[in-house]
């Protein structure tokens, strides 16, 4: 796979990076090299490689602000980051950039730097690919099952370091407010540092409908991150293959539970997942083990916990129901040391 690839490395320590450049070169790619982000964008603009592999803290122009560049100058060019575990929440930054997967410093088995390239460029010439992010190198979400070697070194990296690993998942929640037509979405969440946070994503659809969930990664215990990234995984291609012919939450459940079962490293864990069609102003919620209250000016509603995402959670019953143009406040509860709250309403005008 790697045989004749064109490879750019932008990394300043001369050590690591020969290191790199040599191991690289035995796997027959042709490289070129760059000792900060200045010089990278430089190289670019002479020649574009097959993949790019840099690192996060470089002097003159700092990775971040290089990979921010390459995102907009380059959108196809397939990225990989470098990165010591004390830049978790600026992996998860880049990685919300398009990049396309990490490793962490210093490299315990070079090979896993040839697997991890390979990985990336193997779906390089997929037309839908840039709609995956890094968690898609570490789960098959097709075969339902997780792409072993690789996913196994980076979570053994990040279990050996708790911290590292909350600031990945942190650094993955999305902005707070997010806005599609006349419609718009803003959470609020107060957690704790010391455990595993609770994790939401979502995303606008172009038919109207708003999907998106909560994770409670402490409630898997040790296999939070696992987990919790196996999620992210799976409801995106889910979002991207299957919810735009479906328009029943339950299905998404079910996708979500059999990945959780096949996985070998995800177990049972609570959240909570919806759906909002802004055509019809319907809602969907499906509770797997954390309660909530849905708050609108007609009052408001409990949402019971029910059975927790990996053990049955696809026969909880769905609340359905309409808001009023004033919206809805989803005001989740049993998150022991987080509160969180999703509000969904009308755009101001």
Same mark, same amino acid.
Request: charged share 20%; glycine share 6%.
């Given at each position: 796979?790697?045989?004749?690839?064109?490879?750019?490395?932008?990394?300043?320590?001369?050590?690591?990076?020969?290191?790199?450049? /040599?191991?690289?070169?035995?796997?027959?790619?042709?490289?070129?090299?760059?000792?900060?982000?200045?010089?990278?964008?430089?190289?670019?603009?002479?020649?574009?490689?097959?993949?790019?592999?840099?690192? #996060?803290?470089?002097? %003159?122009?700092?990775?971040?602000?290089?990979?921010?560049?390459? !995102?907009?100058?380059?959108?196809?060019?397939?990225?990989? %980051?470098?990165?010591? +575990?004390?830049?978790?929440?600026?992996?998860? +930054?880049?990685?919300?950039?398009?990049? =396309?997967?990490?490793?962490?410093?210093?490299?315990?088995?070079? @090979?896993? *730097?040839?697997?991890? #390239? !390979? $990985?990336?460029?193997?779906?390089?010439?997929?037309?839908? !690919?840039? /709609?995956?992010?890094?968690?898609?190198?570490?789960?098959? %979400?097709?075969?339902? /099952?997780?792409?072993?070697?690789? *996913?196994?070194?980076?979570?053994?990296?990040?279990?050996?370091?708790?911290?590292?690993?909350?600031?990945?998942?942190?650094?993955?929640?999305?902005?707070?407010? $997010?806005?599609?037509?006349?419609?718009?979405?803003? &959470?609020?969440?107060?957690? $704790?540092?010391?455990?595993?946070?609770?994790?939401?994503?979502?995303?606008?659809?172009?038919?109207?409908?708003?999907?998106?969930? #909560?994770?409670?990664?402490?409630?898997? =215990?040790?296999?939070?991150?696992?987990?919790? *990234?196996?999620?992210?995984?799976?409801?995106?291609?889910?979002? @991207?293959?299957?919810?735009?012919? /479906?328009?029943?939450?339950?299905?998404? %459940? =079910?996708?979500?539970?059999?990945?959780?079962?096949?996985?070998? &490293?995800?177990?049972?864990?609570?959240?909570?997942?919806?759906?909002?069609?802004?055509?019809?102003?319907?809602?969907?919620?499906?509770?797997?083990?954390?309660?909530?209250? #849905?708050?609108?000016?007609?009052?408001?509603?409990?949402?019971?916990?029910?059975?927790?995402?990996?053990?049955?959670?696809?026969?909880?019953?769905?609340? @359905?129901?309409?808001?009023?143009?004033?919206?809805?406040?989803?005001?989740?509860?049993?998150?022991?040391?987080? +509160?969180?709250?999703?509000?969904?309403?009308?755009?101001?005008?």
């Amino acid at each position: 796979m790697l045989d004749g690839k064109e490879v750019l490395i932008v990394e300043d320590d001369p050590i690591f990076r020969n290191m790199i450049v /040599q191991y690289l070169k035995t796997e027959g790619c042709q490289i070129s090299e760059a000792e900060n982000g200045l010089e990278g964008l430089r190289a670019l603009r002479n020649s574009i490689p097959d993949l790019l592999l840099c690192d #996060l803290s470089m002097p %003159v122009m700092n990775g971040m602000e290089f990979v921010e560049e390459v !995102s907009v100058q380059y959108p196809m060019l397939p990225v990989v %980051v470098l990165s010591g +575990t004390e830049k978790m929440s600026d992996v998860a +930054t880049a990685l919300r950039l398009g990049v =396309k997967d990490f490793l962490i410093k210093p490299l315990s088995d070079i @090979r896993s *730097l040839g697997t991890a #390239l !390979s $990985s990336v460029l193997s779906t390089a010439d997929d037309a839908i !690919s840039h /709609q995956h992010d890094f968690s898609h190198h570490w789960f098959d %979400v097709n075969g339902m /099952q997780a792409q072993n070697d690789e *996913l196994e070194r980076h979570l053994n990296e990040l279990q050996e370091n708790p911290v590292a690993a909350r600031d990945l998942l942190v650094g993955l929640m999305p902005n707070t407010h $997010s806005k599609q037509g006349d419609w718009e979405l803003r &959470y609020q969440v107060l957690q $704790s540092a010391e455990v595993s946070p609770v994790l939401l994503d979502y995303t606008w659809l172009m038919d109207g409908r708003l999907a998106f969930y #909560l994770i409670d990664s402490d409630s898997a =215990k040790d296999a939070g991150t696992a987990t919790t *990234l196996l999620i992210r995984a799976f409801f995106n291609d889910y979002l @991207r293959t299957q919810l735009p012919q /479906q328009h029943d939450i339950t299905e998404l %459940v =079910k996708v979500l539970e059999n990945g959780i079962m096949h996985s070998g &490293y995800a177990t049972p864990v609570k959240g909570i997942f919806g759906i909002f069609n802004a055509c019809d102003c319907s809602l969907q919620i499906v509770p797997t083990g954390i309660g909530a209250n #849905l708050i609108t000016a007609e009052g408001t509603r409990p949402v019971a916990a029910m059975n927790w995402l990996g053990k049955s959670a696809q026969k909880n019953p769905v609340l @359905r129901t309409f808001l009023p143009d004033s919206g809805a406040r989803l005001s989740l509860s049993e998150l022991g040391s987080a +509160t969180f709250s999703i509000t969904i309403g009308r755009t101001n005008r």
